[in-house]
């Protein structure tokens, strides 16, 4: 297999001449081993170790099992090594799970009966025992598998483990807070650790078509959490009152949208789709909606404080953008714009910067250079 490989990679090299060139091969890996230059092995080399760890755990496993009649070792470890990979990257092993399970006590079954006879020294065995233990071991599977799939099951009992070894490993208990909750929240200050899925709704909105519907932003993420550092300023002229045109790049409409609040759930901002129009058509309050120019957080206020309405309505742009015309747009960003939204912190490595340029270097406008990136992120990547 390996020499099959190793001739393969060397695009015809002599079936006399491989050995050299394997050996030369492992050498140099050798040495990038003992310097901690891992990401530069050869995929020959790679191959090489995998199918010596195979052979290894293969005539363990052989050993073990056919000789000294011992499975359970080898049946834990694989589920800690199963559930490791499953907690710590992006593999599902729920299957892989079952399927161990199921083969390891089917072994530890058969092995058990093998023992008890060697251990009895009995004189005569019916012929097909095994078969008819592995039946019996199997319907035993099959129906404790049923009845604990269909029996009531408690939720989880202990928080998730993985943000505190993260958080151990990286030295910072700082964001262990106790359990949080998925879902809806205005104070993003403190993240991470524990948590229970919270799928309550929040908010009805009533509209045309489906959108994304902003409540509120923030502009920095202080290594625990997100937070507000742009100053706030709220003022009723920042919402779009210009006649709305629309150009090569995009479409926009002024449509109209309602909001009606969940079970007493109540925020002091409001939600919405698109961008604002500063025409309101909420008739049971005639207070304006003022808008944060930074953050485009929008609330209803009575004097100096905001309002938290159970159900309101208002307009506001519906924006449908056109790919060819996105592809043609040019220009600067506008001052604001790269002030408070495009600040990078001093620590960003420069291999990030790298990949950014490697990404686009083949994209010639700003809307193909954007999709690249958005391409790169768009699929599963495991990094060690």
Do not use: C
């Not at 099959?142 to 151990?168: H, N, R």
């Not at 600067?332 to 490697?358: G, H, I, K, S």
């Amino acid at each position: 297999m390996v020499v099959s490989i190793f001739y393969s990679k060397l695009g015809g090299v002599s079936p006399f001449e491989w050995m050299t060139l394997f050996l030369s091969d492992l050498t140099s890996n050798g040495w990038r081993i003992l310097t901690g230059n891992w990401y530069e092995l050869s995929d020959v080399f790679r191959s090489f170790l995998f199918l010596v760890l195979l052979s290894i755990m293969s005539f363990l496993l052989f050993y073990w099992t056919v000789h000294l009649r011992r499975i359970f070792f080898f049946l834990f470890f694989t589920v800690v090594y199963v559930a490791v990979i499953d907690t710590f990257t992006l593999y599902d092993a729920t299957f892989a799970i079952i399927r161990i399970f199921g083969i390891g006590f089917l072994l530890l079954g058969l092995i058990t009966m093998y023992r008890t006879l060697e251990a009895h020294h009995f004189s005569k065995v019916p012929r097909y025992l095994p078969i008819r233990m592995s039946i019996v071991i199997t319907g035993a599977l099959l129906l404790t598998g049923i009845v604990g799939t269909l029996a009531p099951k408690p939720g989880p009992q202990w928080e998730d483990p993985v943000p505190f070894l993260q958080s151990a490993v990286t030295g910072d208990l700082s964001n262990q807070s106790g359990t949080q909750r998925i879902g809806y929240g205005d104070n993003d200050e403190q993240l991470g650790g524990g948590f229970l899925d919270d799928d309550t709704p929040v908010f009805l909105g009533s509209i045309e078509r489906g959108m994304y519907w902003r409540g509120e932003t923030k502009d920095f993420y202080s290594g625990v959490g997100l937070q507000n550092t742009t100053p706030e300023s709220f003022n009723e002229n920042t919402l779009m009152d210009e006649p709305v045109d629309s150009t090569n790049a995009a479409e926009r409409e002024v449509r109209e949208a309602g909001v009606q609040m969940y079970n007493q759930i109540r925020f002091p901002h409001l939600f919405y789709p698109g961008e604002l129009y500063s025409s309101m058509i909420n008739e049971n309050n005639s207070d304006p909606i003022v808008l944060d120019e930074y953050t485009a957080r929008a609330e209803i206020r009575s004097g100096d404080d905001p309002l938290s309405l159970e159900q309101y309505s208002f307009e506001f742009v519906d924006t449908s953008y056109n790919i060819d015309g996105l592809k043609n747009v040019s220009g600067n960003d506008p001052d604001e714009v790269v002030e408070y939204y495009t600040q990078l912190p001093d620590t960003v490595p420069e291999r990030v910067f790298e990949l950014a340029a490697e990404l686009t270097e083949d994209a010639g406008n700003r809307y193909d250079q954007a999709k690249a990136i958005e391409d790169h992120f768009a699929w599963p990547r495991i990094y060690v």
